[in-house]
């Protein structure tokens, strides 16, 4: 992972700094990792202080302009998940591959051992949907990684709020995120 790209500049015409615009997007997985920053509960209210959130299902915005941090939850199971990836790549100044379908392709990378044709021949028999308004599955899930660059990795499934928080504290004062340990307790 690299080191964290500068804090977007201050306002020109106040004192206060600028938002950070914020942007996610869920690809292939269940949308856990979602409902867990929104557990991040009353410090919402804090970082929407902070914070401009952009394309994310949180403001159901379709295009994304120029964001400072892209959030990617889910692996790439279809030719539209990649596609959708490197645009939104293309718009992220820091890109975050958050939680377990996004690092490694998580639970949908379960049928990669399985050929594809007879996944859907199970699923639908002989009548598999061939319409050209379908995306195209992928051979095999594949992670973030594998696809476009990042800068960050946010593990867990989901990751928990705490670590979405001090991610995005940290990532916002241009400090490096410690993203080590703290995920797995036993209790």
């Known amino acids: 992972m690299s080191a964290v790209p500068a804090p977007p500049p201050a306002a020109q ?11 996610t997007v869920s690809l292939a997985g269940c949308f856990g990792c979602h409902m867990s ?29 120029p964001c400072d ?16 990836l490197r645009r939104f790549r293309a718009h992220c100044r820091i890109l975050v591959a958050v939680g377990a379908c996004a690092i490694t392709g998580g639970l949908p990378a379960l049928r990669n051992h399985l050929d594809v044709g007879t996944l859907l021949r199970a699923t639908y028999g002989e009548r598999v949907p061939d319409d050209p308004e379908l995306p195209l599955p992928l051979a095999r899930v594949l992670p973030v990684h594998e696809v476009v660059r990042i800068d960050h990795a946010l593990p867990g499934c989901p990751p928990p709020a705490d670590a979405f928080w001090q991610l995005l504290q940290d990532l916002m004062a241009g400090r490096a995120p410690d993203l080590r340990g703290g995920l797995i307790r036993y209790d």
Do not use: H, M, Q, Y
Not at 37 to 61: A, G, N, Q
Not at 70 to 81: F, K, R, S
């Open 13 to 23: 015409d106040s004192a206060a700094p600028r938002k950070w615009r914020v942007a």
């Open 37 to 65: 920053l929104l557990d991040i509960d009353e410090r919402l209210f804090d970082l929407i202080e902070r914070v401009e959130f952009d394309r994310s299902p949180l403001t159901d915005l379709k295009e994304l302009a």
């Open 69 to 84: 941090l892209g959030l990617v939850e889910g692996g790439l199971c279809n030719a539209e998940n990649v596609e959708v």
